[in-house]
């Protein structure tokens, strides 16, 4: 089968680092990412299912994967080679469609008994994901046994998967898993009747803004997008306030009533979810979070210089958020659907994120897609995705 | 062969015979200097840059000044003027380098015809530098004052010192009339101006100037304020318009020691301070003085 | 002391009439007609407009007053209305609070001496003479900025500053000190009159203003200059300012019949007696004397210097334009000075201001086309920003005109400025953000009123700016776009700026244009083929007496 296969080669790797510095998404020019023709994966179990992927979406992760920015931190937790590629809506043999929540969790790994955290549902927080019968790997699409997106077939256990119904679109259901992480970001951030600034406006600030908006019902909802496009979008997804980049600290200082210290704020949001995770965007946050905030991280930083002092004297909390389980009940809000991927399905189809799919690509222009992906907002771009519905299957 | 030193007449000049009746010589220096080359062009032109480059330097080095009024002169139109109290030498050229640059360059100084015109090079050295134009101190010249009037009737603006000389004590003394007389035979307004802090410079005797405040830092040493225009009421004679211009000239000082609305309260309360100083025991005098007291230079240190 | 120059030696100038010159011109353009100048900001071109076009010229200034001090001394003994000399109101033991306009008049900021020197002088004199040892001064800046001590220096001059400002005795109004407003009460239609509590508790208030254009003066320099927010809230909004037309004509203005009612209110409660001076067009220094002469008469010299500064001011970069602009100083002359109760005072200082400016022009233009100048009421030292912008053009310039507007309904507007998409942060802070946070939502001023004001308004930190540094008040931007609203309305939004910075233009709801030909080419879709223009040749100002 064809597909884009991430090798372990160190100085590919080292080449994907440098050309990164002369533009995102040049990594893939001459990285470790190839277009191969490679086995299909096996089916691992009895429980395991053959997938073949119509659309896979290119997410901020992959991108830096490719690029070679990726942290060491995931050095453990990736098997290689492997295929890229966990934003996932394929079909089975059978020819129903389905959506793949990419968590390689206990269940999926055949570890008997799960850890306390997958017990409870909560699969994001698996603490084995490095053991079990699969080689390591968080995901779908970093692990060498299953496959990912980026191909035509790849492998997948039975609870990974969401039946799509007829009247979603294949581009709705690609949005699904960017959409999974957002209502978990936006339920864990605590936003309920808080005033919230979302940080950057790329798939997920987006999506956050749209769950925001949908299920955490915020008192004031500031999005602080670059691109003209992304404005346009944050506005139509509910935001109150869209500003630009430059223009965040004046929106958030006038919205607020806050009054200025220095280069920072005396008070700020209380809630910001940071969508770019950067070492600029993390010193950003510190600036407009009012004292006593919540600082919700959901962009992958890797190693950043940033001074923490004040979120030591402001008694900031900075919290993660990655990926999605089970959400817990949380106080004020309406009854929902326990499965972050059951509020996804929801979410999509009722803020119309389809309309965030700017672009698809067959496999052979995987240099386009990515250098398209890379700079998405500069093209006035979304969501780039893999086509692979009109790919060969063999 | 003896050189001759003294060449004989008629290359030399004419021995007197004798018996014959000796004529005094022609009388060209004090009031009978005759300064009209001094406001030709030539000399006008060299003394716009002796003034302009030479003289303002000089007394923002030596005296820092600071220039208030000016914009009482804005409706002014010249020939006007000017009478200042005077302590000090460098009156002259501090007054001169503070006026506006329409009234600077077409002004000449009344100078005492007995110390500026003692001599023909003193007198030419006066008449070229500074525009002086001769005046007797004490009395009323006719030649001089006819000098005077001619010269305001053609525009020139007249830089006059009324108290007819330099201050011995610190202390103004009264004003003469010869300011007031001119303004009304003119019909021209005459300037109150005040100028403080030049004793501490060049007192009367002194020999050598001594800097105060920082060079060239405007504010920090000497004041020069210009008052309001005054006019000669219709009938007022010499006397009580000369009264009318010390007295603003004294309110002037008040202003520059206060303020310009305490200043103005007084001189409606009647109650300014005189330029001429308690009538008390010299001591006294002198004891009220406030340069007097002012220490000069610092402490020394020791290493 | 009395006025050093009574019934003197001297001819006294005193009651001459202020002599007119050559009066405005409206010039309808022909082929040999040379090109028409511009302004743009930190610079002007010239600009051949289409033949059949009608360019309004100013007024040559009108012959200024002799000696402004005796006739300072004349108004104050000669007072107009009901009210007595300044010297038989003053005694010893009372309380005088002197309020004076703020560096927002005159533009640019004349020479030294300030009128408003040579006046408050002048009633200082008088009360030193009468024992009045209680005496404030208070510049009434409204919701302006504060001065810097230079600014107030300039316009007091130094011997009042000296005098007053050390002992905390000339001081800023402030209208966001709780403390020190006094509320007078409300009239009959609910407005709030509260002011500055010194002057509304003194025994006398004198005011002094210099009134440039007709909207300044009357009641509206003590309801404005000492006002608060509340009660400044009462005229300035949307609805008077698009009910006012135009502000500048007080006749048909609801800001002024709304400053009227309240000061007549004030005027109850507390002595106000009104000093009122007029100004010439003498606006530029020498050096730009062309920019006040009708094209046709420019001397080589005029030419000469028109080129050097164009050409020089092209390669010079904006920042030290701006300074340079900054620096003139205006050799505008006093034409009149009116003492005594207000309203009396008033009519004659607008029939001052008008025998100056007004020029009379018979119909309407499909095109109204204007040269915005480097400077505006709120930008003296300072950017003209895009908000600005839009104030000079569509509040001052549009507003400008007696009768009817010079623009036909449904009209365009054409106004060429390069407006930078720049802010004084010092000055405007509040105008950044309305910049970028209103006008993006919505450019409709009734809309922003409503959302808007109250937050930006009661903004802690645009208070402590407006209290403590230099700043407009934070309501101040929506005033900006208020003072347009009558024009937006008039010419339903068909506003082309040229030369402007695209994105800052767009963002206002104008359209941008690079020539003024491309300007002309847009407005013909909207107003037709061979529309009728009128250009007003300004500044100097000029009042366009419209029939």
Not at chain 3, 4 to 14: I, L, Y
Request: with cysteine.
């Amino acid at each position: 089968m064809r597909a884009l296969v991430f090798e372990r080669s160190l100085p590919r790797y080292a080449a994907a680092k440098v050309a990164a510095a002369f533009g995102a998404g040049l990594g893939a020019r001459v990285g470790p990412l190839a277009l191969s023709d490679i086995p299909e994966p096996e089916l691992p179990g009895p429980d395991w299912r053959r997938v073949r992927p119509r659309l896979a979406g290119i997410c901020g992760s992959d991108l830096s994967t490719v690029d070679g920015k990726a942290s060491a931190y995931f050095e453990p937790l990736v098997s290689f080679p492997f295929v890229p590629g966990h934003e996932i809506v394929g079909e089975l043999d059978d020819g129903t469609r389905v959506v793949v929540e990419p968590v390689l969790g206990c269940a999926v790994r055949g570890v008997a008994p799960p850890c306390a955290a997958c017990a409870g549902g909560h699969i994001d927080r698996c603490e084995r994901l490095a053991f079990g019968h699969l080689a390591p790997g968080m995901q779908t699409g970093y692990c060498t046994d299953t496959g990912g997106g980026w191909s035509t077939a790849l492998v997948a256990h039975q609870t990974q998967l969401h039946p799509v119904p007829d009247t979603m679109s294949d581009e709705t259901a690609v949005m699904i898993e960017p959409a999974a992480c957002a209502v978990h970001a936006a339920l864990g951030s605590g936003a309920f009747g808080r005033t919230v600034l979302v940080l950057g406006a790329g798939t997920l600030g987006l999506c956050v803004t749209a769950a925001l908006r949908r299920f955490a019902a915020p008192s004031t909802l500031m999005v602080a997008a670059k691109h003209p496009q992304q404005r346009r979008l944050a506005a139509e997804l509910g935001a109150d306030l869209v500003v630009g980049s430059e223009e965040v600290r004046r929106a958030v200082r006038r919205t607020t009533a806050s009054l200025r210290v220095g280069t920072g704020l005396s008070g700020g949001v209380e809630v910001v979810v940071d969508c770019v995770g950067s070492q600029a965007s993390l010193a950003e946050d510190l600036a407009v979070v009012a004292p006593g905030g919540t600082i919700v991280l959901l962009g992958m930083p890797a190693t950043v210089a940033v001074d923490l002092t004040p979120l030591w004297q402001r008694q900031i909390t900075l919290r993660g958020s990655y990926a999605y389980g089970v959400e817990d009940e949380v106080a004020g809000s309406p009854p929902l659907p326990a499965r972050t991927f059951d509020m996804a399905f929801d979410l999509v189809t009722e803020a119309g994120l389809d309309r965030l799919v700017s672009a698809t690509y067959t496999l052979d222009r995987y240099r386009d897609a990515i250098d398209h992906a890379a700079n998405a907002g500069r093209r006035d771009a979304v969501k780039v995705a893999f086509d692979l519905r009109t790919e060969r299957r063999r | 062969m003896k050189l001759p030193l003294r060449p004989s007449f008629p290359i030399g000049p004419p021995t007197w015979p004798t018996g014959v009746e000796l004529q005094p010589p022609p009388r060209r220096t004090g009031v009978h200097y005759d300064t009209d080359w001094a406001r030709r062009w030539p000399a006008r032109v060299a003394r716009a840059v002796f003034v302009d480059d030479l003289l303002r330097p000089l007394v923002a080095v030596l005296g820092s000044p600071l220039v208030t009024g000016l914009d009482r002169l804005a409706d002014l139109e010249a020939p006007a003027i000017f009478a200042a109290n005077h302590h000090s030498h460098l009156d002259t050229p501090l007054v001169l380098t503070s006026l506006p640059a329409r009234f600077r360059h077409r002004a000449v100084v009344a100078a005492a015809a007995d110390y500026f015109f003692s001599s023909r090079v003193k007198s030419a050295y006066s008449a070229l530098t500074i525009g002086a134009i001769p005046i007797e101190r004490t009395k009323v010249n006719r030649r001089s004052s006819d000098l005077a009037a001619s010269l305001i009737d053609g525009g020139w603006n007249l830089v006059v010192f009324p108290e007819g000389g330099r201050s011995p004590d610190g202390w103004g003394q009264d004003f003469r009339g010869g300011a007031a007389y001119l303004a009304i035979r003119c019909q021209r307004p005459v300037v109150p101006v005040y100028v403080e802090g030049t004793r501490r410079i060049l007192k009367k005797g002194a020999q050598l100037p001594t800097p105060i405040g920082r060079p060239f830092a405007r504010g920090t040493g000497v004041r020069v304020t210009f008052g309001k225009p005054l006019w000669a009421q219709l009938g007022e004679d010499s006397r009580r318009f000369a009264v009318r211009v010390e007295a603003a000239v004294a309110e002037l000082g008040d202003e520059t020691a206060t303020d310009w609305w305490t200043a103005r309260r007084r001189a409606a309360a009647g109650t300014t301070p005189s330029l001429t100083g308690p009538t008390t025991a010299p001591w006294r005098r002198a004891w009220a003085l406030d340069d007097q007291r002012r220490r000069r230079g610092a402490d020394p240190t020791w290493p | 002391m009395t006025s050093p120059r009574g019934d003197a030696v001297s001819p006294s100038p005193v009651g001459r009439p202020a002599l007119r010159t050559r009066p405005g011109l409206v010039l309808e353009v022909e082929r040999s007609t040379p090109p028409v100048l511009f302004h743009a900001g930190e610079g002007f071109h010239l600009e051949r407009l289409p033949v059949g076009s009608r360019v309004i010229y100013p007024a040559e200034p009108v012959t200024p007053l002799a000696d402004p001090d005796a006739a300072i001394g004349h108004a104050l003994a000669n007072p107009v209305g009901d009210s007595e000399p300044l010297a038989a109101l003053l005694r010893p033991g009372m309380s005088l609070t002197i309020a004076f306009d703020n560096q927002a008049v005159p533009l640019p900021p004349m020479r030294r001496p300030d009128n408003r020197q040579r006046v408050i002088e002048a009633v200082l004199d008088l009360a030193a003479e009468a024992g009045v040892d209680d005496v404030e001064l208070i510049a009434a800046h409204g919701l302006h900025r504060r001065m810097t001590e230079p600014e107030l220096r300039h316009i007091v001059g130094d011997r009042v500053y000296d005098a007053f400002a050390p002992q905390g005795r000339l001081t800023q109004h402030d209208a966001e000190d709780h403390d020190n407003l006094e509320l007078i009460g409300r009239t009959p239609e609910g407005e709030y009159v509260e002011i500055n509590k010194r002057a509304a508790t003194s025994d006398l208030l004198v005011y002094v203003n210099v009134n440039l254009v007709a909207m300044d003066g009357g009641h509206k320099s003590t309801m404005t200059g000492l006002a608060s927010y509340r009660s400044l809230r009462a005229h300035h909004n949307v609805n008077t300012m698009q009910h006012s037309r135009s502000f500048m004509d007080q006749e048909r203005s609801e800001l002024h019949h709304s400053a009227w009612r309240m000061g007549r209110m004030l005027g109850e409660h507390v002595k106000v007696f009104q000093i009122e001076t007029t100004l010439n067009t003498d606006t530029f220094p020498k050096q730009f004397s062309f920019l006040q002469k009708r094209e046709w008469e420019w001397s080589a010299r005029d030419r000469a210097s028109y080129l050097a500064v164009s050409k020089s001011l092209d390669r010079c970069p904006p920042r030290l334009a701006r300074s340079i602009f900054h620096g003139i100083k205006s050799p505008q002359k006093m034409t009149s000075v009116q003492a005594g109760e207000v309203e009396a005072v008033h009519a004659l200082t607008t029939a001052s201001v008008y025998r100056q400016q007004l020029v009379p022009i018979d119909g309407q233009a499909d095109i109204l086309t204007m040269g915005l100048p480097y400077v505006g009421p709120y930008n003296v030292n300072s950017v003209m920003n895009p908000l600005l912008v839009m104030c000079v053009g569509l509040g001052y310039f549009f507003n400008l005109y007696r009768g009817k507007p010079l623009v036909r309904q449904g009209g365009v507007v054409i106004m060429s400025h390069p407006t930078p998409w720049e802010f004084n942060p010092v000055h405007h802070p509040s105008y950044i953000d309305f910049f970028e946070q209103v006008l993006p939502e919505t450019t409709d001023p009734a809309e922003i009123e409503a959302k808007f004001e109250a937050d930006f308004a009661n903004d802690p930190w645009y208070i402590h700016l407006y209290r403590t540094s230099y700043a407009y008040h934070g309501v101040h931007a929506f005033y900006m776009w208020y003072w347009g609203s009558h024009a937006l309305q008039h010419v339903d939004n068909n506003v082309i700026i040229v030369g402007g910075n695209p994105r800052a233009v767009r963002r206002m709801g104008f359209k941008p244009a690079s020539t003024l030909r491309d300007a002309l080419e847009m407005a013909e879709d909207v107003v037709g083929r061979n529309p009728s223009i009128t250009h007003l040749h300004s500044p100097p100002i000029l009042m366009a007496d419209v029939t």
